[in-house]
């Protein structure tokens, strides 16, 4: 699974999931170009890791040409994307769900996803190689009270599909993470604050825990290394097994663990 010289570049690089891509990217060997709308902290991150830092906001498709543009002209050929900048959403109910913040969703999590996929994945394919590794959610596979990022987050698992057929031939790949409920700064926030509770997260895993950013990092990367070269077009969840958890409380909940063998 190494990467050693591999150009990579992570949107939304700068914290949570997208640093910890960024630190295993560089451990396995990459070149990274660390991305965020956060310069200053994405600046830190690259002295850090020793990669290429480079402002960058998503939402237009000006800005996600010009920063492949750029990056290919200091780094070399693009081979490695990882589509992690993204906004979350405060859990409303519908009608109380403002317009701003619908559009904000949209624009970030779906409608940059795929903007930046494009500027740098249509390159990929004039060369006849590269891989992308979107960054989904469990959200996108089930109905939540996040009436505005669950089917933004559906949305990139279908454009995710869509891309690996697009540019399949061309010999790019394009793969999607699905996260869980995962202790990123923003959740560690959430839960000083009163807002989640640790172990109600826990308890509906099967698995009994939360995922930790480097276990999203460790499927991105494997996804995209050569390990993975037959695999495109799938959407991978990383979450400890909630998304098999919630079925078995019409049989009772998960069974108890059985305890260690002597």
């Given at each position: ?117 494009v500027a740098f994945g249509a390159r990929m394919a004039r060369r006849g190689r590269g891989s992308i590794v979107t960054i989904a959610s469990i959200s996108g596979s089930r109905g ?62 099967a698995l009994g825990r939360m995922i930790t950013t480097e276990d999203v990092a460790e499927a991105v990367c494997f996804l995209a290394s050569e390990a993975a070269r037959a695999i ?31």
């Open positions: 699974m190494s990467l050693e010289g591999k150009v990579a570049v992570v949107t939304g690089g700068a914290s949570g999931i997208g640093a910890a891509c960024c630190r295993l990217l560089a451990a396995r060997g990459a070149k990274v170009a660390v991305t965020d709308r956060d310069l200053p902290r994405t600046e830190a991150l690259a002295r850090e890791i020793g990669g290429h830092a480079l402002a960058l906001d998503v939402a237009t498709q000006a800005a996600n040409e010009a920063a492949a543009a750029e990056i290919e002209a200091s780094l070399g050929p693009v081979e490695i994307l990882v589509t992690s900048a993204g906004v979350l959403q405060r859990p409303l109910r519908a009608e109380d769900l403002p317009e701003a913040d619908i559009h904000q969703v949209v624009n970030i999590d779906q409608i940059g996803t795929y903007l930046s996929a939540l009270p996040l009436h505005a990022y669950a089917p933004a987050k559906a949305a990139v698992i279908e454009m995710t599909r869509c891309l690996a057929g697009e540019w399949g031939r061309s010999g790019v790949r394009v793969n999607s993470v699905s996260p869980g409920f995962t202790m990123t700064p923003a959740m560690a926030s959430a839960i000083q604050a009163g807002e989640r509770d640790p172990a109600l997260l826990e308890e509906t895993s495109t077009g799938i959407d991978l969840p990383v979450d400890a097994g909630w998304l098999v958890a919630p079925s078995w409380a019409s049989y009772g909940g998960l069974p108890p663990a059985r305890g260690n063998a002597a």
